[in-house]
């Protein structure tokens, strides 16, 4: 609820006041969700209480976390005690990109999926047209692979109530992003299958950040960017998740994209919802911790609503974001 | 002198997050009058300039939108008894 003031004024200081209400709906928080990706040692962000304690201020119903044939108890329990905590409901990446499974990896896949009982849905491989890192599986055969890898993920989660969405392209090169997904639905498999929309997928994800243009974030190439994939997959229908953006917190970043302050990530962040929302997108906020950074220079290190100086959760601390978000999914 | 008079209103009272939202406020002041002077001027020989007027406001207002959230209203239309703000929810 918002107030507002009207005051007029003569020259001699006479005032009359009249005040009235309005309210913003909010966004509706069954399709805000942040991401909980990194895992180490079968620990998301190596830490869980203080992880779920941070989940539980924020408020946020859907978290997206990642599911892989090796993820181990002590995950698969952190996934559980969100949804109990929160009485929401998990999205999840499916594999490493670019890391085949076997028939006896979906299974274990499925399985874990479904034994967590709060699955809402699935999606393909995370940036499977980028390799990040020289220790990253190389990039030969990744078209083949993540269609494949799609067409297994459908076939997997078919008839189980669990919504299957794409593969989340890297776009980070944006003429490129359209490219690789042309290529991926101009492949055709050795028994002449082809991916096809409505089949191998029921939402469309993406990673799509709102970049700025002349010092503006300007929302309206989302517009361009959904016509594209729309005519690029043939798919007018399904919904859309855009599965990574943020907004990111890092002063001494010299690369080509922009940083902001932490006051302007948190003005920002009502706006970029409304943005992703107005369009009917599901959002994935990326993401909730920061990375340990000391140069302060790390993009990728500081969308985090939550600055974490060190892996010691005794000295994490909430970016005015935090509120802002908490805001937008619990009033 | 008078107090003046204010009232306002909302096209809605709940909106979509950037929606337009408009606010109309009724104001006054018995004492605001508008005074519009004459001049002519007249040579020897009789010959007058055209009328020039101008207009005064004696006891004008000022309008004051203050909003809780930050947001900021635009003043569109102003009859002096009657202005429109927009802003985006």
């Known amino acids: 609820m918002t107030t507002l003031h009207v005051q007029v004024t003569d020259r001699a200081g006479h005032t009359a006041e009249t005040s009235l209400t309005y309210t913003v709906s909010t966004p509706d928080a069954g399709d805000l969700s942040v991401r909980v990706f990194p895992h180490r040692q079968d620990l998301i962000y190596r830490e869980h209480a203080a992880v779920l304690k941070h989940l539980a201020a924020l408020g946020v119903r859907r978290i997206h976390g990642l599911i892989t044939p090796s993820t181990g108890p002590k995950t698969l329990a952190f996934y559980r005690t969100f949804a109990a905590m929160s009485g929401g409901r998990v999205w999840l990446t ?30 393909g491989w995370n ?12 990039l030969t055969n990744w078209v083949r692979d993540t269609v494949r890898h799609q067409r297994a993920l459908a076939a997997t989660f078919a008839g189980t109530g669990i919504d299957v969405g794409t593969f989340q392209l890297w776009s980070g090169n944006q003429a490129a992003q359209f490219d690789h997904l042309a290529a991926l639905m101009d492949f055709t498999d050795t028994d002449g299958t082809r991916l096809r ?9 993406w990673h799509w950040y709102i970049r700025p243009r ?22 007018q229908a399904s919904p859309i998740d855009c599965t990574e953006t943020g907004l990111f917190t890092a002063p001494n970043y010299t690369g080509g994209a922009v940083s902001v302050t932490e006051e302007q990530q948190a003005a920002l962040l009502a706006p970029l919802v409304g943005w992703y929302r107005d ?53 | ?28 002041d018995p004492d605001t009058e508008a005074l ?16 020039a007027e101008v207009t005064a406001i004696i006891d ?18 102003d009859t002096g008894a009657v202005a429109v703000f927009r802003s985006t929810a």
Do not use: H
């Open chain 1, 127 to 138: 940036e499977p047209n980028n390799k990040r890192s020289p220790n990253d599986p190389p």
């Open chain 2, 1 to 28: 002198m008078a107090s003046p008079t204010v009232t306002a209103s909302l096209d809605k009272p709940a909106y979509a997050p950037g929606e337009q939202m408009t606010l109309t406020v009724t104001y006054g």
């Open chain 1, 94 to 123: 499916v594999g490493e990109p670019r890391v085949p499974l076997t028939t006896d990896d979906w299974n274990r896949v499925r399985s874990k999926a479904l034994g967590l009982g709060c699955v809402e849905r699935v999606y």
């Open chain 1, 214 to 235: 002349g010092g503006v974030f300007d929302p309206a190439p989302l517009d361009v960017q959904e016509s594209r994939f729309r005519a690029i997959t043939g798919d």
């Open chain 2, 60 to 77: 004008p207002l000022t309008l004051t939108v203050t909003d809780d959230s930050g947001r900021t209203w635009t003043k569109v239309s």
């Open chain 2, 36 to 51: 519009t002077v004459t001049v002519v001027v007249t040579d020897r020989e009789g010959n007058t300039s055209a009328p």
């Open chain 1, 197 to 205: 929309p409505g089949t191998e997928w029921t939402r469309i994800a």
């Open chain 1, 279 to 331: 369009r009917g997108y599901g959002m994935n906020y990326f993401e909730l911790l920061d990375q340990p950074d000391p140069s302060s220079a790390l993009r990728e290190a500081s969308f985090g609503l939550v600055r974490t100086p060190t892996d010691d959760p005794a000295t994490w601390t909430r970016k005015p974001a935090f509120a802002a978000f908490r805001d937008l999914v619990t009033t």
